[in-house]
């Protein structure tokens, strides 16, 4: 329970008191008590420190409907009930019905002290333990990773990071789509490339990929392969095309690791063929199929889709869905919840798959996804295309090679995931405060070279602290409900954004108070190492490093 939720709850509690002395209407109960409990808004031309209090609350216009009295009247009567409590070092009432508190200064040191001794645990394991499968990035090995791919990466990387600080048992896994018309497409591709390696040139089929990316990997295989599969294609297709998506994916595996995004599982679409685990699930689908022009189709209109689903086509070759319905069963039979992170060409896809999971007896509410919108690179004002198969593709390579992994992870997860974003290189670039990244990195150096020069903290009897220091402190207060806020909207963003806020506060501090040899030095040690501990805490749940010199 942070600091605002305590004096909500004292609040409460002297309400009731009041209660029992029939001073409010019968029907009255506590438990429909809706009120705020605001900071100060100061203006920008206004002293803080000529701000005297440090919550104020409007529950006395809320009381008003169940006591025929004027607001201040009743702010007042709560504030006799409430002058009995330690928890405040002062009330008062303001017109026109107003109730100001000034906490005790013990309940900031209290905070400070938790986190302290916490340290990197804090706002952690509040959950029930339970398994949850994260599937995210899972782009089709059939090329580099390009910038679209790198904010679902980013962001489902981060949400497995808080995952797991919040307490569960978290499996971040990629699916590999190696079947499918795409890696004949690939094989097809390369091979052109290949041969253009040894001075065969042969006209690129229509349907292919030009990037790039393939004449690397045509590089990569004649490397190992020599001319190997110059002779017999056809007789080794099936061998170029298990050798293509191995030599892309640990590339992409490769890039990925620049960026701190790593994978506990690589899950097979081939694999599910192999190992005979289509099948049973058509089996177990077959009270909800129907066959009509020799294929088999998913009755999902009775679920409210707008029409049904084909699951086998009439020459029978599996759809797309098909081995992705499988797929998801066997992570529904090794985990409590599965949590899918898709791109925005693939939310089509949601209501059928939850369709197919519910036909297979699962509850669907254990099954989220989560849709990531585009990106538009920007640099010098301009957009970069991206198109794979044109061959201008924007690689997450080529983004590497223009700006750091922090600036990507950190900007990147400055907006919800349900917007498209431009990201603009030369802000992610940028040395001064406009840049996110660098504000909050330089506010931990910061405090890393404070600490150096200030006495040790000690948590002091009597002190008096500014308004700053009180908001940089109710700000770290904030922390563990952040977490859980996220937990429970999956707002990765949210934590990016509080990073820049508490930065902007302890910078806001910094700037009118000189620490050494302050009267209170010892204890705005403490505050700055509770600082420099939700920072760590904060970036590293991002993936962005933090710098102790900058």
Known sequence: MNLKQKIKSILIDSIEEIKKENYFDDNFETKDLNFL????????????NAINFDFSSNIAFILKKYKKSSPIDIANKIKEKLEKNDAFKFISVSAPGFLNFVINNNLFSNVLKQIITEGNEYGSNFVETKKINVEFVSANPTGFLH???????????????????????????????????????????????????????????EDSYKGTDIIWA????????????????????????????????????????????????FS?????????????????????????????????????????????????????LTPDIAYHE???????????????????????MRIAIESLGYDSKNLQFLVIQLVRLIKNGEEFKMSKRAGTSVTLADLLDNTSSDAI????????????????IDDANSKDASNPVFNVQYSHARTVSLLKNLKPYKLLENFEITNKAKKVILSLDEFPNLLESIVTTSKVNLLSQYLLNL??????????TKLKDHEYEEYYSAMVLAVQTIFKIGLNLIGVSAPEVM
């Open 147 to 205: 910038v679209g791919h790198v904010r679902g990466a980013v962001f489902g990387d981060s949400l497995i990071r808080i995952l797991r600080h919040a307490g569960y048992n978290v499996e971040a896994e990629y699916y590999v789509n190696d079947a499918g018309n795409q890696i004949n497409i690939l094989a097809d591709s390369i091979i052109i490339r290949y041969k253009e390696l040894f001075g065969i040139n042969e006209e690129m089929p």
């Open 409 to 424: 992870r950190f900007m990147m997860l400055t907006r919800e995931i349900n917007t498209k974003y431009d990201f603009n």
């Open 218 to 265: 045509a590089n990569k295989i004649k490397e190992k392969f020599g001319d190997y599969f110059l002779t017999n294609f056809n007789e080794k297709k099936e061998e170029l095309k298990t050798v293509a998506t191995e030599i892309l994916l640990n590339k992409i595996k490769d890039d990925l690791g620049k960026i701190n995004v790593s994978f506990d599982t």
């Open 268 to 320: 097979s679409e081939k694999k599910l063929t192999e190992n005979n685990l289509i099948e049973p699930v058509l089996e177990k689908l077959k009270k909800h199929t129907f066959t009509k022009d020799g294929a088999l189709f998913l009755n999902t209109t009775k679920f409210g889709d707008d029409k049904d689903r084909v699951l086998v086509k009439s020459d029978g070759a599996y759809t797309y």
């Open 37 to 48: 409990l605001s900071e100060p808004n100061i203006p920008e031309n206004k002293n803080e």
């Open 503 to 512: 930065s902007n506060l302890f910078n806001s501090f910094y700037a009118e």
């Open 330 to 352: 066997t992570k529904l039979q090794k985990c409590d919840a599965l949590i899918n992170i898709w791109g925005a060409d693939h939310s089509g896809y949601i209501d059928r």
